[in-house]
């Protein structure tokens, strides 16, 4: 069974940084393409960045560049979502998600497996 648990979310102010990670269990991650969206209230859950686990590759939002990066661990099957200069617009539950074939790692329809979320508040 694959599990997914994202954890390092809370209430941080404006400015401040958070650490994201997402435990991934259940099979071996190693090949897929792991990605983190956030959902605000009332908002379409949206893409963050992603990382092709296998090449390195990476993608983030236009929103986060700069600001956040995201890395692997393959031996303990975790991705890690850091985020710096967090602003008010950055609140948001964030989910991670892991596709085996993502032509467009942008596209949420793409990942397989979901996380249950972490909330993240950035007060200003």
């Known amino acids: 069974q694959v599990q997914m648990m994202e954890s390092g979310g809370g209430l941080v102010q404006a400015g401040g940084s958070l650490r994201l990670a997402c435990a991934a269990s259940?099979?071996?991650?190693?090949?897929?393409?792991m990605g983190w969206f956030r959902q605000a209230p009332g908002k379409e859950r949206e893409f963050v960045a992603a990382i092709a686990r296998n090449t390195g590759n990476t993608a983030f939002a236009d929103s986060v560049k700069g600001r956040f990066t995201i890395s692997g661990d393959n031996a303990k099957n975790t991705v890690y979502l850091e985020m710096n200069i967090l602003k008010p617009e950055d609140t948001a539950v964030y989910y991670c998600a892991a596709a085996r074939v993502a032509a467009n790692v942008r596209n949420r329809y793409a990942y397989d497996y979901w996380g249950q979320g972490t909330q993240v508040t950035v007060s200003s």
């Open positions: 259940g099979r071996t991650f190693s090949a897929y393409t």
